[in-house]
């Protein structure tokens, strides 16, 4: 039997710099500008409450939210 060849890092990885991981970083770069450029005030409506806040708040806590619900999927499914 000959030993596994195992003295590859992962697949299409570049040092710490993967496509997919370029990709993420361009796309949260990206979002984060959105954020910056729009940050007039805006009425959300909560179930039944009406909240006035600015679009920049807003945005960051969809932002924040997906990130978090990506991060438990993401490590949901590596186990």
């Known amino acids: 039997m000959s030993p596994k060849d195992v003295s590859s890092g992962g697949k299409g990885s570049v040092g710490a710099?993967?496509?997919?991981?370029?990709?993420?970083?361009?796309i949260a770069i990206l979002s984060?500008?959105?954020i910056v450029e729009n940050t007039d005030e805006v009425t959300i409506r909560?179930?039944?409450?009406?909240?006035?806040?600015?679009?920049?708040?807003?945005?960051?806590?969809?932002?924040?939210?997906?990130?978090?619900?990506?991060?438990?999927?993401f490590r949901r499914k590596a186990k």
């Open 17 to 26: 710099f993967s496509p997919s991981r370029i990709v993420v970083l361009v």
């Open 32 to 34: 984060l500008v959105f």
């Open 46 to 73: 909560l179930l039944i409450p009406l909240v006035t806040m600015p679009l920049a708040a807003v945005l960051v806590a969809m932002f924040v939210a997906g990130l978090v619900c990506g991060g438990y999927l």
